[in-house]
């Protein structure tokens, strides 16, 4: 029937150029829109984006199982009584998805479906009540921001972020946003802010600080940044490690912050696994006479209580446990990968696993803490990047916080821009510390959009530099070790990489 048609390749090319700007509607349409795409990339050609519409897709979420058995084409065009009958011919069958659309059109209108955003992101999961609040987001652009939900007393009760402010919110009164606690959020809302921002990584900030500062009840993550752990190496006579919550000016060595207790303690025994630092949480005098601890006659500690260990000897320690943390793992990683070996040799696997999650989690806290102190010496860093929409984002980062952000204009003079944005900047005041300036979550935001694909890095004032001899050397090593070398060669239970879910 179609072996005298034209090629695809002559016939694509001006359908594209057709439908430019339009809307495509088709009954499972990924199967037609597939290829399409398919082979627009082999001739080289630019997909259009084109707003898809799925008559299918559509007609699941509005006609019920009693009203037909299936949402295939021909059912549908029996239920809406179409006028013409499909039969798995191009005109016949765009004919019936035609009259197919109009009549899932007409239900639509009935729960407020009234416009093409609204049809993209209708689902029949929404109530009506929040469905009748889309209004809403009606004053919000559609542009790059943070929005707050509020109630009637104006306390803010959820915030989000989005490269389409107006978009998003307007899916919370149409879309499939099904989740509970979503719907009662809604439910209380009576007012939508929006706060526009010039670039998508200055809106995921600002909500990081909206969420710290309002800490609202309908946001999970990220409300208390402030309740975080650190591990210090303190600065007495005979040192120790000690969990801490804040960091003093005290020139100590800190590593974190540790949102999880958990995982500081963790690095305290991987610490104390492999270097015998005193566990003990008395201060010592400079020369003590007391008794030894059950770990000093295990010989797990240098002994400095009841004085037979020298002053030389012990800050040899203390200096390889502050190296480990700050610069140098090497000895650490060496002696426990040793210690997890003889283990292993000797048959104990869950001892042999329960250090090398020690060793894993400290390696990964230790390269953190090492990434975030890199970047929060330096008093200025200012980058750029090209966004899809060809134009240039710069961003101002000071002491590992974002200081200003802006989008060069299109004609106007970069030097001048970027010189201006940096004159304009939120002067930083630092503090000691791994996180001087920021939430360790914005520095780290900060840190993957500039080691992101295609940003170029403009100004550096300091120095932004990791240890050559640092804990991230020793990441892909670790990463790489097998788990079923813990375990012996007939256990049937293997664990699971840390990247997927256990079920």
């Not at 998805?97 to 059109?105: A, E």
Request: net charge positive; aromatic share 6%.
């Amino acid at each position: 029937m179609v072996s005298q048609a034209p090629r695809i390749e002559s016939v694509l090319p001006s359908f594209l150029e057709f439908a430019r700007g339009c809307v495509l509607v088709a009954h499972n349409a990924p199967f037609d829109v597939g290829f399409l795409q398919h082979f627009a990339a082999r001739q080289e050609l630019p997909w259009p984006r084109f707003e898809v519409l799925d008559t299918a897709k559509i007609a699941r979420r509005v006609v019920t199982r009693d009203e037909t058995p299936n949402c295939k084409l021909s059912s549908l065009a029996t239920l809406f009584n179409a006028g013409t009958t499909p039969n798995h011919r191009a005109l016949a069958d765009a004919r019936a998805t035609v009259d197919v659309l109009h009549g899932l059109i007409e239900r639509l209108g009935n729960l407020g479906v009234h416009t093409l955003e609204d049809l993209s992101a209708f689902s029949a999961k929404v109530s009506s009540a929040q469905r009748r609040k889309r209004h809403l987001a009606d004053a919000l652009p559609h542009a790059p921001g943070v929005y707050l939900f509020r109630d009637d007393r104006e306390r803010v009760l959820y915030v989000g972020t989005s490269k389409d402010l107006r978009s998003r919110v307007r899916t919370y009164f149409t879309a499939s946003e099904t989740r509970s606690r979503m719907g009662e959020m809604v439910a209380l809302a009576t007012d939508v802010v929006g706060i526009e921002c010039a670039t998508v990584l200055e809106a995921q900030v600002r909500e990081l600080r909206l969420i710290a500062q309002h800490k609202p009840r309908y946001n999970r993550r990220s409300r208390f940044p402030e309740r975080v752990h650190f591990v210090k190496v303190t600065k007495e006579p005979w040192p120790r490690l000690s969990m801490v919550r804040k960091v003093l000016d005290d020139g100590a060595e800190y590593l974190g912050p540790f949102s999880s207790k958990r995982t500081a303690q963790t690095c305290v025994d991987a610490l104390h696994e492999a270097f015998p630092l005193r566990q003990c949480t008395d201060r010592l005098p400079s020369r003590p006479r007391m008794t030894p601890c059950a770990l000093a006659e295990m010989g797990r500690c240098l002994s400095p209580c009841d004085g037979s260990a020298s002053s030389e000897a012990y800050d040899e320690v203390v200096t390889a446990v502050r190296a480990s943390m700050a610069s140098a793992p090497s000895p650490l990683v060496g002696n426990l990968s040793a210690r997890m070996g003889e283990l292993a040799g000797e048959e104990r696997f869950e001892a042999a696993a329960r250090l090398r999650d020690r060793l894993t989690t400290f390696v990964r806290s230790a390269a953190r803490t090492q990434r975030l102190r890199a970047i929060t010496v330096c008093p200025q860093v200012v980058a750029a990047r090209r966004e899809d929409d060809g134009r240039w984002c710069v961003h101002v980062v000071r002491h590992g916080r974002l200081a200003a952000a802006g989008v060069i204009p299109p004609g106007a003079n970069a030097h001048e821009y970027v010189a201006a944005l940096c004159a304009g900047a939120e002067t930083v005041t630092t503090a000691p510390g791994p996180a001087p300036a920021a939430s360790a979550e914005e520095t780290e935001l900060i840190l993957r959009w500039l080691e992101s694909p295609g940003t170029r890095l403009v100004d550096v004032t300091g120095e932004w530099t990791c240890p050559a001899s640092g804990a991230e050397r020793h990441l892909a090593r670790l990463a790489s070790v097998g788990q079923t070398s813990m375990v012996p060669f007939d256990e049937r239970r293997v664990a699971r990489p840390q990247h997927q879910p256990v079920r």
